[in-house]
């Protein structure tokens, strides 16, 4: 990088007596021949672009985080998992049931959970691939609703685990399997507090400028895509720190 700061300088010192109209064409042709010979100036050039414009992209998430932070956090009816309490460590989730990163997500996040036992997940239900995933997630919400954290968490695993396919026998199934009142259940799936959350996380998301699942929250860090549990732990660790 140095050595081609100091060539354009040179070029540029080199064409600082001449006619403004001779400089512009001179200029071009040297700093073309210059580009010519060094290609690699030119990939240099744009690595720092791009790393530029993800930089910028993630600060602006993050701004909008912070505005929405609350309402990602505080809201009653999203599910949590995990710590209970106000000294929990918080880690949000937007997650889709059909999602196979979104497994291997859960998969990574139960481990996290089993080792710290200071940390809580809160799970924005975020339904992006079709009406099965609407259909689970209002499932898992209406579950949570009327059931608790404990039947929640249990469907949870179990709707990662079969990938998020389920219909209205499944539904049916599944209800009659736990002891649970269908009719009871299917309301619970389409009250106005479930719809509303889908609803929410749907605009949070879109705030954010969130794209695809899985994607966490983690204090001030946002990361797309599927965790490792040492990865997990390993922002755990540096927001702890205080990076």
């Known amino acids: 990088m140095m050595k081609t700061m100091m060539a354009c300088t040179a070029i540029a010192l080199g064409l600082a007596t001449m006619p403004a109209a001779a400089q512009d064409e001179e200029f071009g042709a040297k700093v073309r021949d210059y580009l010519m010979a060094n290609p690699a100036v030119v990939v240099e050039a744009l690595q720092a672009y791009d790393a530029q414009e993800k930089q910028a992209a993630y600060d602006r998430s993050l701004a909008a985080v912070n505005e929405v932070r609350d309402a990602i956090a505080s809201d009653p009816d999203s599910p949590r998992l995990g710590a209970i309490g106000a000294e929990a460590t918080v880690i949000v989730e937007f997650a889709d049931y059909r999602c196979p990163h979104c497994r291997r997500a859960n998969e990574a996040m139960r481990s996290v959970l089993a080792d710290r036992p200071d940390v809580q997940l809160i799970v924005r ?119």
């Open 125 to 243: 239900e975020f339904p992006v691939l079709g009406e099965q995933s609407v259909l689970a997630a209002q499932l898992a919400l209406g579950v949570n609703a009327l059931h608790g954290p404990d039947a929640y968490r249990e469907l949870h695993d179990q709707l990662f685990d079969i990938g998020g396919q389920v219909d209205a026998a499944w539904i049916r199934d599944y209800a009659g399997v736990k002891g649970w009142n269908l009719a009871e259940l299917e309301e619970s799936m389409k009250s106005d507090a479930v719809l509303a959350e889908i609803s929410q996380t749907e605009a949070l998301a879109r705030a954010i400028g969130i794209q695809g699942t899985p994607y966490f929250i983690i204090g001030d860090t946002l990361a797309p895509g599927a965790l490792t549990p040492e990865q997990i732990l390993g922002v755990l660790d540096a927001e702890a720190a205080g990076k």
